[in-house]
């Protein structure tokens, strides 16, 4: 299957930072991809839903102007975590899609801890 | 807006025991997916279900999708510890996917 990779896998901030997660499509196009937030023992939370060359669309209750999303091409998409709290410290994972409605490829996920 | 759910929440069972877990939809689904996540791991597809009705194996898999649309089932035979993880159903709903709860499955040796 398609890989998709994400960068760092870990990372440990002090609060009021902000933090960059990337995440790549290694050998297909993605024209959707989606950031998803998994707190321990729940399921994945979609924060927002991105395609190459437009805004993203995000969930209710997902604040746009602190968690921003660029899909600048169609291998890679950024999320920034801006002035990070320790309340945001999560599992987030990207998954890359040809197009709505098939099949997700995920990537290995981001471990973020703000202290 | 749409909501999936997923029953059970937590299934224990002995090695060499089925295991069954269904996923239920407010609104009618479109195209069903399940994914498996394995502790400590990410999301993996496992199928996509999109005709009412239908019924797709993977060896000791078996994947159905209910006549209406609104419910779809994932049942192991004969289960094994490799099949430890949590099971998750998802729709897309409008632009969005949305994912069911998931099932937490372990399997005791």
């Known amino acids: 299957g398609a890989v998709v990779s994400q960068h760092p896998s870990r990372v440990i901030c002090k609060s009021g930072t902000s933090v960059k997660i990337e995440c790549r499509s290694l050998d297909f196009q993605a024209t959707t991809m989606f950031w998803y937030r998994q707190f321990p023992k729940q399921s994945l939370m979609l924060m927002a839903t991105?395609?190459?060359?437009?805004?993203?669309?995000?969930e209710q209750g997902v604040e746009k102007d602190k968690f921003l999303i660029n899909h600048a091409s169609l291998t890679l998409s950024t999320l920034t975590v801006t002035s990070a709290h320790p309340e945001d410290s999560s599992f987030y994972i990207c998954?890359?899609?040809?197009?709505?409605?098939?099949?997700?490829?995920f990537g290995p996920g981001t471990r973020l801890t703000v202290l | 807006g749409q909501q999936v759910m997923q029953i059970p929440q937590y299934q224990h069972v002995q090695e060499g025991e089925d295991f069954t877990t269904y996923c239920n939809s407010s609104?009618?689904?479109?195209?069903i997916q399940w994914y498996k996540q394995r502790p400590g791991g990410h999301p993996v597809f496992l199928i996509q279900?999109?005709?009412?009705?239908e019924v797709k194996k993977q060896k000791r898999l078996t994947f159905q999708f209910g006549e209406a649309k609104k419910n779809s089932s994932l049942h192991i035979t004969a289960t094994q510890t490799t099949d430890v993880g949590t099971y998750f159903c998802g729709d897309n709903y409008g632009q969005n996917f949305v994912f069911g709860p998931g099932t937490r499955l372990s399997v005791l040796p």
């Open positions: 991105s395609n190459e060359g437009s805004k993203a669309t995000y």
């Open positions: 998954s890359a899609a040809l197009g709505l409605g098939t099949r997700q490829f």
């Open positions: 609104t009618t689904l479109s195209n």
């Open positions: 279900l999109v005709k009412s009705g």
